[in-house]
T-cell receptor, first 111, second 114 residues
Framework: QKEVEQDPGPLSVPEGAIVSLNCTYSNSAFQYFMWYRQYSRKGPELLMYTYSSGNKEDGRFTAQVDKSSKYISLFIRDSQPSDSATYLCAMSANRDDKIIFGKGTRLHILP | EAGVAQSPRYKIIEKRQSVAFWCNPISGHATLYWYQQILGQGPKLLIQFQNNGVVDDSQLPKDRFSAERLKGVDSTLKIQPAKLEDSAVYLC????????????FGEGSWLTVV
């Protein structure tokens, strides 16, 4: 079992829809959870960063962590064509630990 | 604020040849990372520097890969000799301290080995 599992997609949704992206993980020591967005031919950029369980909201984006289920989610409200990208989940046990990335989910928002 | 700079952006070489990638991190960032991202995969850490010292190089294939950060600022990643499976994007990233969670990536150096 891989440490971090993420469905590679692609996921295609119409503009304006709510998008749900998910990752599962096996290492119960993970405490720091991140979502990165990666546009084609670009490096990943940090989108959301959460510690432990709970929700965090930033504009149209909400990150959710359920440590009991070892499951994290990223929700995008009112999706826009500019949200079309690959979304990578990432996590680490401690602030200074190596970050483990998921494979990424390719998202297409259809105008 | 300037981001992480990498060069070259694209490189095509034949197997068994050598290649070098250069990275200049964000000014003031003490920690520098080299990641390998194979198509369809997430980034995998190759090596992490804190200033000019190596913090983690456990996943660096040391028989063919080498990296240095001599003055604690810019860094070079070298592959010699290259194999077909080295075809990937080589991402450089940096962070202010050892807070590895908030790291900033460059645009990557795309390597194709033929």
């Amino acid at each position: 079992q891989k440490e971090v599992e993420q469905d590679p997609g692609p996921l295609s949704v119409p503009e304006g829809a709510i998008v749900s992206l998910n990752c599962t993980y096996s290492n119960s020591a993970f405490q720091y959870f991140m979502w990165y967005r990666q546009y084609s031919r670009k490096g990943p950029e940090l989108l959301m960063y959460t510690y432990s369980s709970g929700n965090k909201e930033d504009g149209r984006f909400t990150a959710q962590v359920d440590k009991s289920s070892k499951y994290i989610s990223l929700f995008i409200r009112d999706s826009q064509p500019s949200d079309s990208a690959t979304y990578l989940c990432a996590m680490s046990a401690n602030r200074d630990d190596k970050i483990i990335f998921g494979k990424g989910t390719r998202l297409h928002i259809l105008p | 604020e300037a981001g992480v700079a990498q060069s070259p952006r694209y490189k095509i070489i034949e197997k068994r040849q050598s290649v070098a990638f250069w990275c200049n991190p964000i000014s003031g960032h003490a920690t520098l990372y080299w990641y390998q991202q194979i198509l369809g995969q997430g980034p995998k850490l190759l090596i992490q520097f804190q200033n000019n010292g190596v913090v983690d190089d456990s996943q660096l294939p040391k028989d063919r890969f080498s990296a240095e950060r001599l003055k604690g600022v810019d860094s070079t990643l070298k592959i010699q000799p290259a194999k077909l499976e080295d075809s990937a994007v080589y991402l450089c990233a940096s962070s202010f301290g050892q807070a590895g969670n908030t790291i900033y990536f460059g645009e990557g150096s795309w390597l194709t080995v033929v």
